[in-house]
C-alpha cells in the first residue's frame, strides 16, 4: 500500500514539472501552432518590450509585457512600436489604439492574455 502511495505521489510531481514547464497553465492563444512557452519565449528573446509572434494575411500579432502595473505600461510599447514606423497616435478606445497616417487610419486591437501578459493584433499594412 506505502508503494502505491509513493508511485502515486511521483506520478503526479512528474506532471506537475510537466505542466509548469511547459506553461500548460496559461490560457491558449488566439493563434494556431504557437503555444504558450513558445510566445513568451519569443518575448523573453527580444531584445525589445514587444515581439512579433505570428504572421496572418491581413495582420501580425505581438506579445508585450504589461509588467504587473496595468495595461497602460503594454499601450505605451505599442504606441512606441507604431510611432517609430511614422503612425502618431489619436487616442484610444476600449481595447482599440487609434493611428493616422497620411491620411489612413489604423487600428491596433489589444487582448489581456494573462495578467503579466497583452496580445496585440495590428493590420500589416502599418509598416
Keep these: 500500500m506505502v508503494k502505491i502511495g509513493i508511485i502515486l505521489g511521483l506520478f503526479i510531481a512528474v506532471i506537475a514539472v510537466f505542466v509548469f514547464i511547459n506553461k500548460l497553465y496559461y490560457p491558449s492563444l488566439p493563434i494556431d501552432d504557437l503555444s504558450a512557452k ?11 518590450k514587444i515581439a512579433e509572434i505570428a504572421v496572418e494575411a491581413n495582420s501580425i500579432w505581438y506579445i508585450t509585457s504589461s509588467e504587473n502595473q496595468g495595461i497602460s505600461i503594454a499601450d505605451e510599447n505599442i504606441i ?8 502618431e497616435f489619436k ?17 491596433a486591437t489589444t487582448q489581456m492574455w494573462t495578467k503579466n501578459y497583452v496580445l496585440v493584433k495590428i493590420p500589416s499594412n502599418f509598416k
Design 38 to 48: 513558445q510566445a513568451i519565449e519569443l518575448l523573453k528573446e527580444s531584445d525589445s
Design 80 to 87: 512606441q512600436m507604431i510611432g517609430s514606423t511614422g503612425w
Design 91 to 107: 487616442g484610444k478606445d476600449g481595447a482599440g489604439l487609434f493611428f493616422e497616417k497620411d491620411e489612413k487610419r489604423l487600428i
